[in-house]
Structure formats: C-alpha cells, structure tokens
C-alpha cells in the first residue's frame, strides 16, 4: 500500500510539472531544467516503487528516454539546418527524454505522436485566431508556437492509460478501508 501511495503522489507531482512547464511555454517559451529534471526523476522514482511493473524493464525506461531525446534531437538538427534558425528549443528535447523515462520506448513514440498532433490543432488554432481577431494574414509557414504544451498533453495522455491501474488500486485501497 504504501509504495503505491508513493507511486500515485509521483503521478500527482508530474502531472503538476506538465502543467507548470506547459504555462511557462506558452508565456516566454522556456522549459525550465529547473522543472524537467524533477520529472525525470520522478519518473526513475516512481519505476522503482512500482518494481517496473508497468514497463518491461529497467532497460526499456532508460531506452525510451534515450528514444524520446534523440528523435527530438535530431529532428531539431534538421529544422535548425533546413531553416537556419532554432526551430525546436532544447527543453523541448529534454522534456521528451525525461518522458521516455515514464512511458518506455513504445509510449514515448506514441506520445511524440499525440503531442504532435496536438501542436499541429494549437498552431492551426492560433492561426485561424490571428486571422480572424487580429486581421492577421493567414501564413501557416511563418506560425511560431511553442511545442511544450502539446508534447506535455502527449505525455499525460499516454501516461493516463498506461498507469491508471495504480491510481485505481491506490483509491480502492483507501475508500474500502
């Protein structure tokens, strides 16, 4: 009971940081070191208390966040280089090595996808908004949105469905008591 109540309060910490990462993004466009690496460790912390029952193995938390910082690496290698400016920040990268070490070599793919996607909604959204409240021209090629926030929805996606099993045991333990 107790290393799942830990586990749970992990949950609750990270899903916090996600938000407060998440609002600091979106009002000067910085992810903090001071705030992503707690939820790395956290994501170590909270894989011990569970014995890495909801991962494979201690190798698959360490291959997801290898996974989720180099594809983002590399993506920001290549945006730097094809556009010749930064394209990608690199607390973004951090943030999505510090989510492969929640979520494992196969959730960090999925949530790299979700957050994309979910970047794609928000700038088409801002967008459409300029355009329409501004009388902003509509240029989709010059939209500059930070990706913080949709990788964080990404990861608390993901994270919702591979760990509600302990966040639902945690509760039945205590409201059965």
Same mark, same amino acid.
């Given at each position: 009971m107790f290393l799942d109540l830990a586990a749970c309060t992990c949950l609750i910490l990270a899903g916090l940081l996600l938000v407060i990462l998440s609002v600091i993004d979106l009002r000067?466009?910085?992810?903090?070191?001071?705030?992503v690496l707690p939820f790395a460790l956290l994501?170590?912390?909270?894989?011990?208390?569970?014995?890495?029952?909801?991962l494979s193995s201690p190798?698959?938390?360490v291959i997801g966040g290898i996974t989720g910082f180099m594809i983002l690496f590399l993506l920001r290698l290549a945006g730097n280089h094809y556009y010749g400016?930064?394209?990608?920040?690199?607390? #973004? /990268?951090?943030?999505?090595?510090?989510?492969?070490?929640w979520l494992g070599v196969e959730g960090i793919l999925i949530a790299l996808t979700l957050g994309a996607m979910a970047g794609v909604i928000h700038g088409l959204s801002y967008a459409i908004y300029s355009k329409a409240v501004r009388k902003a021209p509509l240029r989709l090629s010059h939209l500059s949105i930070p990706a913080g926030p949709g990788f964080a929805l990404g990861i608390?996606?993901?994270?919702?469905?591979?760990?509600h099993p302990i966040v639902i045991r945690v509760f039945? #333990? /205590?409201?059965?008591s």
């Open positions: 000067v466009r910085l992810l903090p070191n001071i705030y994501g170590v912390v909270f894989h011990l208390t569970t014995s890495f029952d909801l190798h698959d938390m400016q930064d394209t990608l920040g690199l607390g #973004d /990268v951090k943030l999505m090595g510090a989510g492969g070490l608390a996606g993901v994270g919702i469905w591979y760990f039945h #333990d /205590v409201f059965s």
